[in-house]
Protein backbone atom coordinates (compact mmCIF):
# COMPACT_ATOMS: atom_id res chain seq x y z
CA UNK A 1 0.00 0.00 0.00
CA UNK A 2 1.36 3.51 -1.10
CA UNK A 3 1.64 5.97 1.78
CA UNK A 4 3.38 9.42 1.95
CA UNK A 5 2.74 10.82 5.39
CA UNK A 6 4.00 14.39 6.16
CA UNK A 7 4.63 15.86 9.58
CA UNK A 8 6.31 18.39 11.13
CA UNK A 9 3.50 21.08 10.41
CA UNK A 10 1.99 23.87 12.95
CA UNK A 11 2.00 27.45 14.47
CA UNK A 12 5.17 29.26 13.56
CA UNK A 13 5.90 32.84 13.60
CA UNK A 14 6.95 35.07 11.11
CA UNK A 15 11.13 34.82 10.87
CA UNK A 16 11.35 31.53 12.06
CA UNK A 17 11.67 28.38 11.04
CA UNK A 18 9.92 24.36 10.08
CA UNK A 19 11.29 21.18 9.33
CA UNK A 20 8.62 19.01 7.54
CA UNK A 21 9.13 15.63 6.73
CA UNK A 22 7.57 12.85 4.32
CA UNK A 23 7.47 9.08 5.33
CA UNK A 24 6.92 7.02 2.36
CA UNK A 25 6.29 3.32 1.54
CA UNK A 26 4.45 1.34 -0.29
CA UNK A 27 6.61 2.05 -3.72
CA UNK A 28 10.79 2.18 -4.87
CA UNK A 29 11.57 5.06 -3.32
CA UNK A 30 14.91 5.79 -4.75
CA UNK A 31 13.07 5.31 -8.19
CA UNK A 32 11.21 8.48 -7.50
CA UNK A 33 12.05 12.15 -7.72
CA UNK A 34 10.37 13.71 -5.02
CA UNK A 35 8.16 17.28 -4.60
CA UNK A 36 7.11 19.31 -1.82
CA UNK A 37 3.84 21.62 -3.14
CA UNK A 38 1.85 23.81 -1.76
CA UNK A 39 -1.64 25.54 -1.79
CA UNK A 40 -2.76 28.05 0.42
CA UNK A 41 -6.67 29.61 0.97
CA UNK A 42 -8.22 30.29 -2.07
CA UNK A 43 -5.17 29.89 -4.51
CA UNK A 44 -4.07 26.89 -6.82
CA UNK A 45 -1.66 24.08 -5.58
CA UNK A 46 1.77 25.41 -6.26
CA UNK A 47 5.28 23.58 -6.72
CA UNK A 48 7.29 24.77 -4.03
CA UNK A 49 10.44 22.21 -4.28
CA UNK A 50 12.07 19.51 -5.91
CA UNK A 51 14.57 16.72 -5.25
CA UNK A 52 15.70 14.20 -8.07
CA UNK A 53 16.01 10.10 -6.96
CA UNK A 54 19.45 10.61 -6.63
CA UNK A 55 19.23 14.02 -4.58
CA UNK A 56 21.89 15.19 -6.96
CA UNK A 57 19.52 17.69 -8.29
CA UNK A 58 17.12 20.18 -7.02
CA UNK A 59 15.12 23.03 -7.88
CA UNK A 60 12.96 25.61 -6.13
CA UNK A 61 10.02 28.22 -6.96
CA UNK A 62 11.62 31.62 -7.00
CA UNK A 63 9.21 32.48 -3.60
CA UNK A 64 11.23 30.22 -1.87
CA UNK A 65 14.79 30.54 -3.16
CA UNK A 66 17.39 30.53 -0.46
CA UNK A 67 14.81 30.61 2.07
CA UNK A 68 13.70 26.50 1.82
CA UNK A 69 16.11 23.31 1.58
CA UNK A 70 15.27 20.15 0.08
CA UNK A 71 16.35 16.85 1.00
CA UNK A 72 15.91 13.19 1.27
CA UNK A 73 17.70 9.89 2.94
CA UNK A 74 17.29 7.25 0.70
CA UNK A 75 17.63 4.75 3.76
CA UNK A 76 14.86 6.16 5.85
CA UNK A 77 12.74 6.67 2.45
CA UNK A 78 12.06 10.12 3.69
CA UNK A 79 12.21 13.45 2.43
CA UNK A 80 12.53 17.20 4.33
CA UNK A 81 11.97 20.59 3.70
CA UNK A 82 13.57 23.13 5.72
CA UNK A 83 11.73 26.33 6.04
CA UNK A 84 13.55 29.59 7.52
CA UNK A 85 12.90 33.14 7.55
CA UNK A 86 8.96 31.98 7.21
CA UNK A 87 6.53 34.74 5.96
CA UNK A 88 3.22 34.85 6.40
CA UNK A 89 2.91 34.26 2.85
CA UNK A 90 4.41 31.13 3.39
CA UNK A 91 0.79 29.55 5.16
CA UNK A 92 -0.67 26.81 3.17
CA UNK A 93 -0.89 23.22 3.39
CA UNK A 94 2.14 21.77 2.36
CA UNK A 95 2.28 18.31 -0.07
CA UNK A 96 4.56 15.64 -0.61
CA UNK A 97 4.11 14.36 -3.84
CA UNK A 98 6.24 11.36 -5.52
CA UNK A 99 6.15 11.36 -9.71
CA UNK A 100 8.04 9.21 -12.03
CA UNK A 101 7.34 8.47 -15.95
CA UNK A 102 4.58 5.99 -14.89
CA UNK A 103 3.13 6.87 -11.04
CA UNK A 104 2.12 10.12 -8.89
CA UNK A 105 1.82 9.87 -5.50
CA UNK A 106 0.27 12.54 -2.84
CA UNK A 107 0.24 12.49 0.93
CA UNK A 108 -2.46 14.43 3.03
CA UNK A 109 -0.79 17.37 3.41
CA UNK A 110 0.36 19.06 6.51
CA UNK A 111 -1.13 23.13 7.83
CA UNK A 112 2.13 25.27 8.26
CA UNK A 113 0.63 28.90 9.66
CA UNK A 114 2.65 31.61 10.20
CA UNK A 115 1.17 34.24 12.33
CA UNK A 116 2.12 36.65 15.29
Known amino acids: QVQLVESGGGLVQPGGSKRLSCAVSGFPFTRYGMNWYRQAPGKERELVAYISSTGGSTSYADSVKGRFTISRDNAKNTVYLQMNSLKPEDTAVYYC?????????WGRGTQVTVSS
Open 97 to 105: NARNLYYDY
